[in-house]
């Protein structure tokens, strides 16, 4: 139990209401020198028939005080309460330090299964900088759903089918010369480039990829050899990229997973009325909720995009029995989802409720460096290379003696590149600037990762100089205080985080503590010559490694201990 519900407790009897329903009245002061939390009396003057004034002094007269608050005091309509300080750093750091690596996870989801999409690269296609945000927010989510006890799954719902591949293998076939499991991604997008150039010239190569695709559809054994292939190197290669953000995946299952699924759907959105026939398509007409008709079947027999998020959805119903599915996709395709989530809402199905499209806004540069207006793709590789580039520049000006540049200048810079679509609301457009990201005295990951080094650092020159048994009171200075209520509330920015979809709430709150112990760092001592406050000190800036560290790996980035 913590303070706040040991008072709500206290408080229950006195006021006749429930102490669940208490412990959500109390307020934060605005000024801190009016207390640590404050109680609103006058919610309670209907039901008392007093005054709030009169209400709070009294219920300060009848209160015991429970362990943990050290005084109260009436003011106005509210009665104030002062925590003890000693005893909330004690428990704070007692928490963190015995929970260490598990600080902030919890089990409120045990029992149940999220299901998180993101990134759902295109096959053949570049891993470009627009799948920035859909791999950031998306791994994002899933470690913090994880951390908080969920059964996770994780799924990239790979663009691998449809009309391209045929072109993709016409394009091999007329003018490919190795084998395609050597070709390169980029390689690959070269190959399809000119494919367009030249069927301008010649339209007949359409045809040509029309028939390669049916050829793939109706499983020819060459057709399915070579699109596979193109599938197998694009993975292998985007794996690499991944690895580099700290993102995985348990399902691969893209479009072409959900081709044998598509019949039985299609036969159950007949039956049940919800498709119809409209110039040898089939549709499902959406006019009554003012959204253009969601195509089912062309009228040449192929199902689209559309209805194999249809089957995926209902597959992932079946196989996983999600409590939640979220789907990390640009808000370009907001139309998208509110069709098809309609559409399942049509079919009976009552869990579309826990389906939620997760959206967010564009990435761009500011600097206009890396444009994409000359035909050149922004292909994210290249920005993590860029941003990794940059960042030894920086480390090796200022730690020129660090062994570990290198791996040290990968995580920081592939962490900036995060960092910078996890820290504002995701709907926002980001625009970035190097200066800006790789800032790191600024708001950025690699000013949070240096804290957490800063930290390592002034542990290691401890001298095995034991503070495992901290006198909390030693700790009761502002400085040590905001950075203690900084730590307490981590735990609680984890579930926010998850409850909103929004990673960057766990981004603020890393934010918080590495400013509040940058300050401590500054105006306290921490080698002080009085061993108890020394150790007290070293304890703090333990807790403040330890919960940087975890909430770094929440957001997919890595904490070096030395930078
Ligand atoms: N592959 C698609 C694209 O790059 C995104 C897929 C989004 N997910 C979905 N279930 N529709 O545009």
């Avoid at 939390?37 to 209907?46: E, G, I, S």
């Avoid at 009976?348 to 806004?361: I, L, Q, R, S, Y």
């Avoid at 150790?535 to 560290?549: E, F, G, I, M, N």
Wanted: charged content about 25%; aromatic content about 10%.
């Amino acid at each position: 139990m913590d303070v706040k519900e040991s008072l709500a407790a206290a408080l229950a009897p006195l006021c006749g209401v429930d102490a669940d329903a208490l412990n959500e009245w109390f307020e934060v002061p605005k000024n801190p020198e009016m207390g640590d939390l404050a109680f609103p009396c006058f919610r309670l003057a209907k039901t008392l028939r007093k005054a709030p004034p009169l209400i709070a002094a009294s219920l300060k007269e009848q209160l015991t005080l429970p362990a943990g608050i050290a005084k109260a005091e009436a003011v106005g309509g509210y009665l104030n309460f002062f925590i003890d300080a000693a005893s909330q750093a004690g428990s704070v750091l007692t928490e963190v330090l015995s929970k260490g690596d598990s600080f902030g996870k919890s089990e409120i989801g045990r029992g149940k299964t999220v299901c998180v999409e993101y990134s759902s690269i295109n096959i053949a296609k570049p891993f470009g900088f627009h799948h920035l945000p859909s791999t950031a927010i998306g791994n994002a989510l899933y470690r913090i759903y994880k951390a908080l006890g969920y059964n996770t799954v994780g799924i990239n719902h790979l663009g691998d089918w449809g009309t391209q591949f045929g072109k993709m293998i016409t394009a091999y076939r007329l003018w490919g010369d190795k084998p395609i499991d050597d070709y390169s991604i980029r390689e690959l997008v070269a190959l399809y480039v000119r494919f367009h150039e030249e069927a301008e010239k010649d339209p007949s190569l359409n045809d040509m990829a029309r028939a390669w695709f049916r050829k793939i559809e109706a499983g020819d054994p060459e057709a399915l050899e070579l699109w596979s292939k193109m599938k197998d190197g694009t993975i292998r290669e985007v794996k690499r990229t991944y690895r580099r953000m700290g993102v995985d995946f348990d399902s691969w299952a893209g479009e072409s997973f959900y081709e044998d699924k598509m019949p039985a759907i299609i036969a159950e959105l007949r039956e049940k009325g919800v498709s119809k026939l409209d110039q040898g398509a089939e549709i499902v007409d959406l006019s009554e909720w003012n959204m253009p008709p969601c195509i089912i079947v062309k009228s040449d027999g192929s199902t689209i995009y559309a209805t194999r998020d249809i089957a995926a959805a209902c597959y992932r119903k079946e196989h996983y029995d999600f409590a939640k599915s979220l789907y990390v996709v640009a808000y370009q395709q907001d139309l998208h989802f509110r069709q098809f989530f309609k559409v399942l809402e049509l079919m009976g199905k009552e869990w579309v409720k826990d389906c939620v499209h997760v959206n967010f806004g564009m990435v761009s540069m500011e600097d206009g460096s890396f444009s994409t207006r000359s035909g050149n793709i922004l292909y994210l590789d290249d920005i993590l290379d860029a941003a990794v580039e940059k960042t030894l520049a920086i480390i090796q000006e200022k730690s020129p003696d660090l062994e570990e540049k290198q791996s040290a200048a990968e995580a920081v810079g592939v962490g900036a590149i995060l960092w910078s679509v996890l820290y504002n609301n995701r709907i926002k457009d980001v625009s970035f600037s190097w200066d800006k990201i790789l800032n790191f005295d600024g708001e950025t990951a690699p000013y949070v990762q240096y804290t957490h080094a800063r930290c390592c650092s002034v542990l290691r020159k401890t001298d095995g100089f034991d503070y495992s048994a901290p006198d909390a009171s030693l700790l009761c200075d502002p400085y040590s205080r905001t950075l203690l209520k900084a730590i307490e509330a981590f735990p609680a920015a984890v579930v926010s985080a998850a409850e909103k979809y929004e990673p960057y709430v766990v981004s603020r709150a890393l934010m918080n503590i590495a400013s509040a112990f940058n300050k401590f760092y500054y105006e306290q001592r921490i080698m002080a010559d009085d061993p108890a406050v020394k150790a007290a000190r070293l304890a703090l800036t333990d807790a403040t490694r330890q919960v940087l560290k975890n909430g770094l790996n929440l957001l997919g980035i890595q904490a070096p201990e030395r930078m």
